[in-house]
């Protein structure tokens, strides 16, 4: 197991490299003059566009601009961010544990609750409880993110007043934030408010946080569930399930050790890939909601047509892609022992 954790460690490089080469490719279609727009920061670098091509060698053969990239690259330099103001090594540093306290309170919600409605579906296979367990997912799955994210908005925030707008801190706590800020320990700000006993910022914190939570868990529920559905039901239907009945187990010891353990291993996957997916950002609930992560920076980014920052987010999605991949083939040993990595 070690051996291959090393070897999929040392894969990351060559993952890097490739997604790098291909952002850095895809931008010699445009001119050095679009591409030179993307590093005026004022009014008198723009009337200096032809020695801004001249310096960051924007006239040059790919080759040439790439190696310049990876020069930088290596010594921390990701460019700077025109739409956060900020250089991208910087940026990421300052949005990522936000998108990280997204994901870690969505991440409970969205395995326990499609695991668990998609174990009671592939266990009463169309009975009532299953019958709603596919018509929820095929209604949350088709929903768009957008959608339910403005619905949620709309319904609880502008028509029933009872949860906070978009954005992390009401502006109450804002100002208490400038007067007495709360000390940056994980960058997580709920945790961080937690730690210094600060009781009204972290509330906040989390009221902020009840729209977006809702809004991931249901719109991704829909594959886990259908996922688990699945696969319990083909579990079930084994001969080692009925050998263990036939022995004289409990219903649920069946059901629970022998069955749900296996239909985890399809799931695992799937899972994987959505933690992924909330590590890289949720980009469309954090743009809706305001959220100060890694994905709203992503989408500005995009708008702005700013270079350094789509690459910078381009590159951490490659990497935690590659993380995830390994954390699932490591919950596959975990879930089956007979899973075994040479």
């Known amino acids: 197991m070690f051996a291959f954790i090393v070897r999929r460690l040392l894969f990351l490089p060559v993952v890097i490299f490739v997604l790098s080469v291909l952002i850095v490719a895809l931008l010699q279609f445009l001119t050095p003059e679009q591409r030179a727009a993307a590093y005026i920061r004022s009014d008198n670098q723009a009337r200096n566009l032809p020695l801004i091509i001249k310096q960051y060698g924007l006239d040059q053969p790919f080759y040439v601009q790439y190696w310049n990239w ?3 690259a290596a010594q921390g330099n990701l460019g700077f961010s025109k739409s956060s103001n900020k250089p991208v090594w910087d940026t990421i540093k300052e949005r990522f544990p936000s998108t990280v306290e997204l994901a870690l309170y969505s991440l409970i919600p969205l395995i326990g609750f499609g695991v668990w409605l998609g174990t009671l579906a592939g266990l009463n296979k169309n009975k009532f409880i299953d019958q709603f367990a596919r018509v929820f997912a095929v209604v949350t799955g088709n929903i768009p993110t957008f959608v339910m994210g403005i619905i949620l908005l709309v319904v609880f925030y502008g028509l029933l007043g009872i949860a906070p707008g978009p954005g992390q801190l009401s502006p ?3 100002i208490n934030q400038m007067i007495n800020p709360v000390p940056r320990v994980t960058g997580m700000l709920s945790i961080d408010a937690l730690l210094a006993g600060n009781w009204p910022i972290f509330w906040d914190v989390i009221r902020h946080l009840i729209l977006p939570v809702i809004t991931l868990t249901t719109v991704l529920n829909a594959g886990l569930i259908m996922v688990t559905r699945g696969s319990m039901i083909e579990a079930l239907s084994q001969d080692y399930v009925r050998t263990a009945k036939a022995k004289g187990l409990s219903e649920r010891a069946v059901n629970l050790k022998h069955a749900r353990r296996n239909a985890l291993l399809p799931v695992a996957t799937i899972a ?20 100060p992560g890694i994905g709203s920076w992503g989408a500005d980014a995009a708008a702005r047509f700013d270079v350094p920052g789509i690459l910078g987010f381009a590159l951490l999605i490659g990497v935690i892609t590659v993380v995830m991949n390994l954390v699932v083939d490591i919950m596959y040993a975990a879930i089956d022992p007979r899973v075994r990595f040479d």
């Not at 959505?274 to 590590?279: D, E, F, I, P, W």
């Open 272 to 291: 994987g890939f959505q933690v992924a997916g909330l590590l890289g950002g949720a980009v469309i609930t954090e743009t809706i909601f305001g959220w």
């Open 70 to 72: 990876v020069k930088q």
């Open 172 to 174: 109450e706590s804002q």
